[in-house]
């Protein structure tokens, strides 16, 4: 490969099945049926198709008659995209907490540029896995990744060995890993298009790579050679991330359900912290808190308040996080959760912080020169996180109290 790709470290993330997944999950008489997703109407198109169902020839964006003719005992299910743009909030928060710069392509895949992270996280694997791992213990859901120097490689990569596999391509295996591949695997490449370049006796992508301009340029004229280099995998683009950032979260799937409303809060206390240095490392405010509440059962639960003036304070989120913990406790009680989540939205550019302005409703009041404290307080504690990782200190009120 050439100097071009330079040495980024880029991953690229796809859902398994995503819709058709998420409704294996939700209703487990589902599992291991043939799934399709979609209207049953007469122009009704396939939106997802489960693992099961495509081995009868099921694929997306295919008509729904022609599909139930493939498979006549197919499970059709409509539609839940709201449902599904929800699962995908989740599934780009876990994003986020390895590396700000992530490009979202559709609700069920990105790219990521991890290389920033790399110092603080481990190697590129490393952090595919426990972006799998995430997802999995969040979501109940699998995800392929491709791990690759740039994204066209990373894009390819993750499809390789679907479902939940995990794809590794240097720059010294590419050809390797490339070279034997079917062309209709190259992105971009249209079905018309790549019919005629097999017609022209080109099946793979060593062929493509080495095909003289007589064979090519009659298919592609002017960009011969730019498909030429794609399928030597050069590629120099950049991962660009999303421009305006809607909202910065952390949440935890517990491995057991927590009932304890004071386990409960030291969580929800983590969770803040987690959330308050993230909108602080991007250089942000918020004045919308939300705490999203799962039960056992799936049942899922967000409560939000909007406060002036605007803060990155942990100090503060945290407290707004917890009257709203407090209030869903007292009107659910006893009830186990499985997942707990805060969030920070309507997001607007950090400026100097006025110290002596009113402090949001319903939060503790602090003295201006309390303010100012845990204003140096959360300002020591990222400088120290960001020197010696995440985990090198906790706040004392997010440890549970054992008495």
Known sequence: MTSATGDRAILHVDMDAFYASIEQRDDPSLKGRPVIVGGTGGRGVVAAASYEVRKFGVHSAMPMGAALRLCPHAVCVNPRIQHYASVSREIFAIFHEFTPVVQGLSLDEAFLDVTASLALMGDAV???????????????????????????????????????????????????????????????????????????????????????????????????????????????????????????????????????????????????????????????????????????????YTRQKRFTPPTNDTQTITSVARGLLVTWITENPGVKVRLLGVGASQLTEAEQLDLFSAPPANVASNTPHAAANTSRLDTALDAIRQKFGPNALTRAGNLEDKD
Do not use: Y
């Open 126 to 300: 490393s952090i595919a896995r426990a972006i799998k791992k995430r997802i999995n213990q969040t979501t109940q859901l699998t995800a392929s990744v491709g791990v690759a120097p740039n994204k066209l490689i990373a894009k390819i990569a993750s499809d390789v060995h679907k479902p939940d596999g995990l794809t590794v391509v240097t720059r010294d295996n590419v050809h390797d890993v490339l070279d034997k591949l079917s062309v209709r695997r190259l992105p971009g490449l249209g079905r018309k298009t790549g019919a005629r370049v097999e017609d022209a006796g080109i099946h793979t992508f060593a062929q493509l790579r080495t095909a003289s301009d007589a064979v090519l340029w009659p298919i592609f004229g002017r960009d011969t050679k730019r498909m030429r280099e794609r399928a030597a995998g050069i590629d120099d683009r950049a991962v660009e991330p999303d421009l305006e950032e809607k909202s910065i979260s952390a949440e935890d799937t517990f491995h057991n359900d927590i009932g304890d409303p004071a386990r409960l809060q030291s969580e929800l206390a983590r969770l803040a912290d987690r959330t308050s240095t993230r909108v602080r490392k991007s250089g942000l405010v918020t004045s919308c808190v939300t705490v999203k509440i799962r039960r056992a059962d799936f049942t899922t």
